[in-house]
């Protein structure tokens, strides 16, 4: 086993932890395999017998709600030979059939059908061969999570301060919900799963055709309080727990007909359809209503270790190798809201998130020339020393210049905590 003390410092970090094969290995089982991982959205599963497919690490899971609204998550196998139950990423049944030897499951993952059971002798007992259960299930503002250690912290002490993120994400609707139910982007990119999201640092150089044409329709920069430089007021923040933050929207003025001061999040347009938006947040939230709006149309969260929202995006990071990772984003609609505030935050996502929008592509393309120049490691160490001598604030969390690198810090803290602690912690 690899001394991941000593690929750790504090201001820089060993490229073997990018690169190594037997690395990531270790990481489904330290990391993925025992620490709580966002699995699906209950959007995604609203009625009873409703199902989803979902992945932690290489473990194919069912994400399904029972006919009694409950929300059971169970490894896709069957318990006679091991063959997949279900193929489908979205569906509605009330069984799931194997279709191998046609072993059959109810939405609970109880064992309900085994066929010819003459064969099988008096101890065979369908109860105890029901499909596996995740041990551990727990929800956060409608995300779902899911641990497979048996015992460990609850969800909420893993959350933490980013718990709050989460509940300003879904406030954006009046009714307090949003739907997962616009599709998937679905990408994949030769890097590794640790570098995406929460960099404050690239965005004028990586995003550079983003800030033109940002800069085209809506000014300059500096004239809208946005940009990311060391003279910026926008933040980085490590909130504990390997959650961390970027703050781009501190100086966002929330005003129908005004754009976000941010490249990726929507506005709210002048028309009959956004005077009713803000009619509706204003009849949810009171007088708070435009701070409600500023803080949740882009909270840009990474809940560790593979969750982020950005803008109107939910993005799930899944690792396929030490150099290869898949990246689902979906865009998040809010409830309770016209359809055309909806469309806007599509057309957001679509400017930034997608596949071939403006932003994703260009950080795919970063990200496979990092995996290149880590593979050239005569020198292996990469330095993340900007903003390193940033204290904690007296409730824990840390914040920093939004181009310092206080959240792959945060990342690597919690990265070396799960890769060496023996327990859960």
């Known amino acids: 086993m690899a001394d991941y003390a000593a690929l750790v410092q504090p201001d820089r970090v ?48 069912i994400v399904s709600r029972a006919a009694d609204g409950s929300i059971g998550i169970f490894f896709n196998r069957c318990r006679h030979r091991g063959a ?13 059939r194997c279709p191998y030897h046609g072993w059959t499951y109810n939405s609970a993952g109880d064992l309900v059908g085994v066929p010819y059971p003459s064969r099988y002798g008096e101890g065979f007992d369908k109860s105890t ?38 509940a300003d994400f879904v406030k954006a609707s009046p ?40 800069q085209r329709k809506a000014g300059a920069s500096y004239n809208r309080g946005a940009g990311n430089s060391d003279k910026s007021a926008n933040e980085s923040w490590d909130l504990g727990n390997g ?39 204003s009849e949810a939230y009171g007088d708070g209503a435009h701070e409600v709006i500023r803080r949740s149309r882009d909270v840009h969260i990474h809940v560790w270790p593979n ?16 150099g290869h990772t898949e990246v689902m984003s979906y ?37 496979e020339r990092n995996q290149i120049g880590l593979r050239a490691d005569y020198i292996p160490w990469l330095v993340l020393a900007r903003g390193l001598t940033v204290a904690p604030q007296e409730d824990g969390s840390t914040v920093g210049n939004v181009t310092d690198e206080v959240p792959q810090r945060a990342q690597m803290k919690a990265w070396l905590r799960s890769m060496t602690s023996p327990e859960v912690s």
């Open 175 to 214: 009714l307090g919900t949003v739907s997962l139910s616009a599709g998937t982007s679905k990408s994949a990119f030769w890097g590794n799963w640790k570098f995406v999201g929460m960099d404050g640092y690239h965005t004028n150089f990586t995003h550079k055709t983003v800030l033109d044409l940002r």
């Open 307 to 322: 969750l982020q929202l950005i803008g109107s995006q939910v993005r799930v990071i899944r690792p396929l190798a030490a």
């Open 243 to 281: 959650h961390c933050r970027l703050d781009l929207t501190g100086r966002d003025k929330v005003a129908i007909g005004a754009a976000s001061n941010t490249s990726i999040a929507a506005g709210i347009p002048d028309n009959a359809d956004g005077h009713e938006y803000m009619r509706l947040m």
């Open 14 to 61: 060993h490229s073997a932890v990018f690169t190594s094969e037997d690395i990531y290995k270790d990481e489904l089982e330290k990391i993925f395999y025992r620490y709580w991982v966002y699995v699906a959205h209950e959007s995604e599963i609203p009625r009873p017998g409703d199902y989803c497919t979902k992945w932690i690490g290489e473990k194919q899971l």
């Open 84 to 96: 997949a139950v279900c193929m489908d990423e979205y569906g509605n049944a009330n069984f799931f």
């Open 129 to 166: 061969l029901g499909l596996a259960r995740v041990p551990r299930v727990d929800t956060s503002a409608g995300f779902i999570f899911a641990s497979m250690a048996p015992d460990g912290p609850p969800l909420a002490e893993h959350l933490g301060k980013a718990a709050g993120f989460l």
């Open 331 to 367: 865009p998040a609609m809010l409830d309770g809201v016209p359809d055309s505030i909806n469309t806007e935050r599509i057309r957001s996502f679509e400017w930034f998130s997608g596949v071939a929008s403006f932003g994703t592509p260009d950080d795919t393309e970063v990200f």
